[in-house]
């Protein structure tokens, strides 16, 4: 397919190009993905959705370079990516991020200290303004285990957007909240992006979810996972309204509909 030259604000930020990822069971050889492209520019909230199994965090696992691809490249500002870099900073959905003998602040200087990007000065302040962002100012001092399951996760979120990276990526962070603290901590995602516009890649099996959160949706299939198609989401003012259903419907059908 020949591509079209472009400026370089319209050229991905990360590229996905025709990714197999495959790993060993004690009993067999997972294909987990088979040859799936897609593009991430910057400012994008791209969403990644898919029944379980379909290898969407193993995707982002190898987005993230933990996992070397079986065919195919993925590529950071047009450089392969070959290891886990602070360039793309992983939120996962477990509560235990956390290093539990290190208060809120601590967890997050550590981070951006031990990555060599910044001196302890600047790691300080930066540590500071993003806990402030996330609405954790109070809590600063405080310890993980006196924290909320919610409070976690947004540690967590501060932690990885401190270190600026160009793309975070997120593995079904809310999956483990409760409904109400979902639903809160996606509002507050979405505020976030809109005063810092940072890329996220944001993996979920929940449509609603994605609809809410991504300005695009990858669909893949269940395993292994291949692109289905790539929608535009709906503005999140138009969460609830009959444009949602729509879209949500359509969704389904692509997803479970027809095999």
């Known amino acids: ?21 495959q790993y060993k069971t004690p009993d067999t050889l ?3 993905t088979y040859r799936v492209d897609f593009n991430v520019y910057n400012s994008d909230r791209f969403v990644l959705l898919g029944p379980s199994g379909c ?4 995707l982002l696992k190898a987005i993230g370079g933990y996992l070397r691809p079986t065919e195919g490249r993925i590529r950071l500002k047009g450089r392969d990516v070959t290891e886990p870099g602070p360039d793309r900073m992983m939120v996962f959905q477990e509560f235990d991020q956390l290093l539990p003998w290190k208060t809120v602040r601590e967890n997050v200087i550590f981070a951006l200290t031990a990555s060599g990007r910044v001196g302890a000065a600047e790691a300080r302040e930066r540590a500071g303004a993003y806990i402030d962002k996330v609405g954790l100012s109070k809590f600063i001092d405080s310890y993980p285990h006196t924290l909320s399951g919610g409070m976690k996760q947004r540690v967590a979120i501060a932690r990885g957007m401190a270190m600026e990276p160009d793309v ?21 995602l979405l505020q976030l ?4 516009r940072f890329t ?50 359509r969704i389904n059908d692509m997803l479970f509909g027809h095999h």
């Open 1 to 21: 397919m020949t591509m079209l030259q472009s400026p370089a604000q319209f050229e991905p930020l990360l590229s996905v190009e025709g990714v197999t990822l």
């Open 55 to 58: 290898g969407k965090s193993t």
């Open 193 to 196: 992006w809109e005063d810092t």
């Open 200 to 249: 996220v890649l944001f993996v979920t099996h929940s449509i609603e979810e994605a609809i809410k959160i991504g300005s695009r949706i990858l669909l893949l299939s269940p395993h292994p996972g291949r692109v289905r198609a790539e929608l535009n989401s709906i503005p999140s003012s138009a969460m609830g309204s009959p444009q949602q259903v729509a879209l949500e419907g």
């Open 30 to 32: 997972v294909t987990a």
């Open 168 to 188: 975070l990526l997120m593995d079904e962070p809310f999956a483990a909240l409760d409904a109400l603290t979902r639903r809160k901590m996606q509002d507050e």
